[in-house]
């Protein structure tokens, strides 16, 4: 995993963009960094992050809008209470109106 330091950077630095309300994957990140096949190491990079209030790793889902990192926050049920928090429907660990709350940054970041 050499670089992986500089890679988690850049993942971060998206992640912060996020805006309130809104969620995007592990594979949407990856993809703006160039990397499409890179969604595990973005899932890496979120898990690092929990000691960085800065970076809103509860944002990051899968493509399917699980909360499949969830099992990395604190606490039984964090993540959704963060995301509900934000006005984000969840049930059974999914992210309900998935595609209205998504947040592309591939269209979002310029």
Same mark, same amino acid.
């Given at each position: ?17 996020? *805006? ?8 949407? +990140?990856?993809?703006? %960094? ?20 800065? +970076? *809103? ?20 049920? %964090?993540? #959704? #209470?963060? %995301?509900?928090?934000?006005? +984000?429907?969840?049930?059974?660990? #999914?992210? #309900? ?7 592309? *940054? ?5």
């Amino acid at each position: 995993m050499e670089n992986s330091g500089n890679f988690f950077e850049k993942v971060y630095e998206v992640a912060k963009q996020i *805006p309130f309300g809104r969620v995007t994957s592990y594979g949407a +990140i990856a993809k703006y %960094l160039g990397t499409a096949k890179s969604a595990r190491m973005v899932g890496w990079a979120m898990n690092a992050s929990h000691n960085n209030a800065d +970076i *809103p790793a509860h944002r990051v889902v899968n493509r399917n809008g699980l909360l499949t990192g969830k099992f990395h926050f604190d606490g039984t049920n %964090l993540m #959704q #209470q963060l %995301l509900e928090s934000e006005g +984000i429907v969840v049930k059974e660990n #999914q992210i #309900q109106n998935f595609h209205d709350v998504f947040w592309d *940054p591939f269209k979002e970041l310029k």
